[in-house]
Structures are given as C-alpha cells and as structure tokens.
C-alpha cells in the first residue's frame, strides 16, 4: 500500500531545496563546514547514503554506521533532512568476489566482470537478500531519527541482464503469462524461419549473437525486465514500508529512458522524483516535456525534482556552463510543470573518480564566494519564502498526449520501413506545438483516463492494445477529438500485425484504410498541400498511400506517384473528430491544426506571450498560481491586461504593462 498524495505533501510541509550528498568521501573534519555552507545557502534536505554500500557494510557479517549516525544528528541539528538512500545501486568489491552470480551477463550472455554500477542481476536471490538485509538494518536504526524525510530506494535503475538466472526466471515468467507453449509460439510468430519451440527450455532471453529478431520476444522480455527491476524496487521497500508506515518511498527516475517502463514504476512509488539533465541545445519545451512526462506518471501528482546540475554536467561531448539565470529560470521551469522540491547533483566535487569534473555547489576550491553558489542561495530564499504555497498544486490540462514504453520498443524493433523511427522526437514535435501557444498538456498512457480530456494526441502509435481503440472511441462519441499520425495501428501488444490491415482497430474512428507506406531519405520531401487553398507545408521521414472511407479530406499530397491521395484527414465521429496526419509534417501545419482544435474547444491559454516567454498555472485550491518565465537572454515586455497580481517572489503588485528580465521568473497571484 502506497502513502497518499496529500500525506506525502503535508509529510514535506514545504518546497525543499537540496542536494546530492557523499559525506563518506571526505575526512570527517569537513562536515561541520559543510552544515554551516548548507544553512547559508538554504539548503533544507540532502540526499545521503546513495553510494555508500562498502561504508555501510566493510563485510557481510559488518555493519559500520558511526558515520552515519554522526551525518544524520549533524543534518538535524542544522534543522536539514535526510532523504536517506538505500545504496543498493554499487554493490560492493566483497560481495562480487563472493557471490559472483550477482554479476549481470551483457547482451552476449557473458557474465561481465566487476565495475562501474547497477552491475547486479536483478534475479539473483543473493542480490535481493543482501540488499534488503541493508535496507532492514538501515530503517530499523533510523525509523524514528528527526532528520528522516524520505526512504530513497538504490538510484537511477538502469540496463538488463540475460544470465541464466534471468532465462529461467523469464521462462516461468513466459508460462504464467501464456500458459502453454502453443498459446506463446502462436503470438510470437514462431513458425518464420522455423523458430517453433518445443520446450520451454528452448527460450533464451534475446542475444546479439542468438535471436534478435523474434519482436514478440523482445517486447515479453522488456516487459519482464521492467518487473524484474521493479521487483529489486519493491522488496527493499516492502521492508522499510513495515518498519516506518507513514514515511514515503520512492526512487530517482531518467525521463524518457527507454529500457524501463516508468508508468508501471509510478504505481509503485509514494511519489515521483527524477534527475534531469537536458542534452546540450535542447530548448525549453523540451525539458519541459520532460517534466510534464514525469508529472503524468501518477496522474497529474506533483513529482520531485531530485538531480540537476547547478553549473555543468559532465559526460556529454562538450559540457558548457549554466549561463547566469538559467540554473534559477529552469529550477522554477520544473516548479511551473509539476516538481515539489528543486535538488542538485552535488553538493561537493569529489577528487577523484569519473564525477569530479562534474558541477557542484561547492567547487575544488571550497569556496562560497563564488556564481554558482549565490545563485543557489538565492533559490534556496526564495524557496524559503514561499513556504507551502506552491506544495502539491496541479494543472488542469484539456489536452492529453499518449506516450507508451511497450510502443516505443516494438516501434524500434519493427525492421522497417525506415531504420531511426522517431518515436520520442515525434511526441515531442506535436508537445511543442501547444508549448508553443502556452497550452497545458498532460502526458498520458494507454491505461489513462481519456475521458478527462478535449483533445487525445496520440503520435505514432504502432502498438495498439486491447481496450485502447474502444476507449477512444468512447472519448471522441461523446464530443472529444482524436488526432494520430503515419505508422499507427500496426500491432496488437504481442507484435502481431492487425490481421485487417492498416490503421487496425482505430479503423472505425478513423474512417480510413492505409494501403501502403513510403519512406523517405533524409534529403526527400513531400508536401502537404491544403484542399481549402489555404498553401502547403513540407512533410518527410514516411508517408502513409491511404484511401478515404468516411473521412473527409483536409490535406493531399503534392509531388510523386501519390500526388492527389490523401495526406491529412477528418472524420465525423459521434459529437467529436478524428484526424489523420499521413506524414511528418512541418511544424507550422501542427501549429495551424491545433489552434483551429483549441478554438474549436475554447481551450484559451493563460496569456498569450511572444516567443520564448513561457507562461503556466498550476493550481492549488481556488488559487491559480501563474509561472511567468523568460527564456530568451534580452527583456521582454509582456501585458497583464486589466488584472492585478502580486509576485510571491518580491511581494510585489504588478499591473499592466511589466518587463520581464531576461532569464527572468515571475509566480503570481491574483491580488486579494
């Protein structure tokens, strides 16, 4: 049983401000310095213990948490708190050396040798025995200490194992699932190139130098990677769930990581929480899609942003600085979509080690009189300040955006019509179209409630599950509109092609069928040229021949041997629409296309801004909490119109007409 939402808000009490801390790295003669530069720079909770398996445990019959005891007392003193981890991701040197069936095997089934971290097989009993002794021991000690906040589960879960401790626990897996071999041959497709099994025992999990191309394998065995991890997740958790009831749990999620299923993840969790690091040249929408992605896992839930660097990373190919501002501007970024704390990676460069180049707010140097460490101090005030007024608000998005882990493998697996499929930068695409016109947007899942939702975006989606055209259906009869794109309704959740063709069982609401489908090379276009004169716009990557049945033309093709075929559709649905884009179009026609949706459904956003000034309400009660964000480096001039605000961020009144730094954040509030 999971803590609710509202008691994990009122367990917080407030938006925390912190960082990532390794205490165990340095000589104990730098903590008290270290308290006292966490209090002048507002630090109010720190993650502890993430790595720290080997200082916890020197050997399996020895425990050594002096270190930590004395961490833990001096947090509480300085009035910080603990987000105290398990530190299960890094097994330790002894435990590898004793136990080496804990080692995972690589995509070759070779066990792999010690090093790096989450090098453990998820199956392995020894690995979930010595991991949840650790957290045992660790809950017991700390179940009643004053400094506890939260239970952090291991860190950042991540990659796949294929020993055969995992082959034949996915092989029992595979017979609860399916039943009989039959059942498992008939939806894997088993007779192409004479792959039938004829015993269970046959099954291996996939294997770059065996099978890699059964795509219903593939699919089962993400599937029961996901709970394979999932379960490393929940046994710690189970363990301190009995010891510290009302305490919540969770782990730090990757955005959109694709070897694991974060939304089967979130029913498992109290509350989210994630580490974002953008990729270098990626624009505000999209960290902000990123954030909303996090913030659908539990349903529009508040999540916890628990990494981000506070100057530079350090893994990408080159790793520029955090401009002035910006490390506040996208701190308050993920405050506007959903996060209840704002949290860095790390507090202190380590000096050696793969991480000692990376950011800190507190540099080699040791300083405090430095850039990054103002501008954290000033968020960590500015937090302060605002106290539990933003704690738990949510959105009230009208347009919901389908994303699916399941779709996004098999989509990937599928050998063509093109190799790169584009799933993530295609959902993103159509995101930022409403990004773009301040629209609030939910991302939702194929278990979601579409019912709560105007418009259902759902790009590219090739995998269609049971229930999920039936619901959509339900959404669009009673008035809803449905918008999916080229490669849609393609397979069932096994990976088997619809034995109906093309788009499935999104046939019917749809009103089309698709009769074949041309990939384009990276140099070729088309065009989508509009049937009310209106112009054309470019479209690339595939283009879908399709034939109209009650669908009504809104778009067609403009060059090759389909010129004249339908590009972009509409059909009359119940009270609602369904469009179709056959192509990837350019970004101008998603911006056209979904104004005319927004004003179809008098969907309005919260004010209308030039470009790159972002402005979004999160809600909390009656009160709407206005996000006021400029992205652009130069000041820009925004209009208030005829209502009257005060700035939680300066307490002060703001009417008409207000100029906006750049950089710059505005939270405000409807003056009383």
């Known amino acids: 049983m999971s803590i609710s939402e509202k008691s994990v808000s009122e367990k917080f009490g407030r938006v925390y401000h912190g960082s990532d801390y390794n205490p165990e790295q340095w000589p104990c003669a730098v903590w008290p310095e270290d308290f006292r530069l966490m209090q002048e720079a507002g630090i109010s909770a720190v993650a502890v213990g993430v790595f720290s398996w080997v200082s916890l445990q020197p050997a399996e ?12 007392d001096g947090l509480a003193t300085h009035g910080i708190k ?22 995972r095997s690589d995509e070759q089934g070779i066990r792999r040798q010690r090093g790096g971290r989450t090098n453990y097989c998820p199956n392995s009993p020894d690995y979930r025995r010595l991991s949840g002794n650790m957290a045992r021991a660790l809950a017991e000690r700390y179940k009643d200490h004053p400094a506890l906040l939260l239970w952090h589960i291991s860190n950042e879960y991540a990659g796949t194992c294929t020993c055969e401790t995992c082959a034949a626990r996915f092989r029992e897996w595979l017979q609860r699932n399916y039943g009989t071999l039959d059942a498992m041959n008939a939806r894997w497709w088993t007779p192409f190139w004479s792959h039938t099994f004829t015993d269970w025992s046959q099954v291996m999990p996939p294997l770059s130098n065996g099978e890699m191309h059964m795509h219903g394998l593939n699919v089962d065995y993400f599937r029961f990677m996901t709970e394979s991890q999932l379960a490393c997740y929940t046994n710690e958790r189970d363990i301190i769930r009995a010891i510290t009831p009302d305490v919540p749990i969770t782990t730090n999620l990757m955005g959109t990581y694709k070897p694991l299923d974060y939304r089967q993840w979130a029913k498992e969790m109290d509350i989210i929480t994630w580490d974002c690091y953008p990729s270098p040249g990626q624009s505000a929408g999209e960290i902000a899609f990123q954030h909303d992605l996090h913030r659908g896992l539990k349903d529009g839930q508040s999540f ?41 990676f790390q507090w202190r460069r380590g000096r050696g080690g793969s991480e000692k180049l990376h950011g800190a707010v507190i540099e080699h140097s040791g300083r405090s ?25 949510r959105g009230d998005a009208k347009v919901g955006l389908l994303f699916d882990w399941d779709n996004w493998h098999a989509l990937d697996d599928a050998i063509g019509p093109v190799r790169n499929k584009r799933y993530v930068d295609t959902i993103r695409k159509h995101y930022l179209a409403f990004y773009r016109q301040n629209i609030p947007v939910d991302i939702v899942f194929p278990d979601s409630d579409f019912s709560r939702y105007d418009i259902l975006v759902a790009p590219m989606l090739y995998m269609v599950k049971q229930g999920v055209a039936e619901r959509i259906e339900a959404m669009v009869r009673k ?16 990976d088997l092609a619809f034995e109906n063709g093309y788009p499935g069982p999104l046939h019917n609401v749809l009103g089309i069928h698709v009769e074949e489908i041309d990939a384009m090379y990276e140099n070729q276009s088309n065009s989508m040229v509009m049937s009310d004169g209106s112009g054309s716009y470019a479209c690339n990557h595939l283009a879908d021949l399709l034939h109209t049945e009650s669908a009504h033309v809104l778009a067609t093709y403009g060059s090759d041997f389909y010129q004249g075929m339908p590009a972009l559709t509409k059909n009359a649905f119940g009270q609602g629409h369904a469009y179709y884009l056959a192509s990837d179009p350019d970004p101008a026609l998603l911006d056209t296309l979904y104004a005319g949706m927004l004003n179809e459904h ?24 206005l996000f006021m964000l400029n992205h652009n480096a130069e000041a820009v001039t925004l209009h208030l119109g005829a209502h009257t605000y005060r700035d939680l961020l300066t307490n002060a009144t703001l009417q008409g007409q207000i100029e906006v730094a750049g950089y710059g954040v505005h939270i405000l509030v409807a003056h009383a």
């Open 369 to 393: 009189d430095t850039r990054v460490f103002r501008e954290v101090s000033q968020i960590g005030a500015e937090l302060k300040a605002l106290g539990d007024v933003v704690l738990g608000a």
């Open 304 to 344: 916890l942003l628990m990494e981000q660097t506070p100057s530079s990373q350090n893994w990408q190919p080159v790793n520029a600085l955090k401009r002035p501002g910006v490390l506040r501007l996208w701190s308050y970024l993920a405050m506007a979509h959903g996060a209840d704390s704002i949290s860095y």
């Open 61 to 72: 019959d020895k425990f050594t948490f002096d270190w930590l005891d004395e961490i833990m």
């Open 479 to 494: 008035g809803g509109t449905f918008v999916t794109t080229y490669f849609s309704g393609i397979v069932d959740e096994t």
């Open 82 to 103: 603990a987000m105290l981890a398990t530190p299960s991701a890094a097994q330790p040197a002894w435990m590898s050396q004793h136990y080496p069936t804990i080692l």
């Open 602 to 625: 008098r969907i309005e956003p919260p004010m209308h801004t030039p470009p790159g000034v972002e402005v979004t309400v999160r809600r909390k009660g009656e009160q709407a909490l």
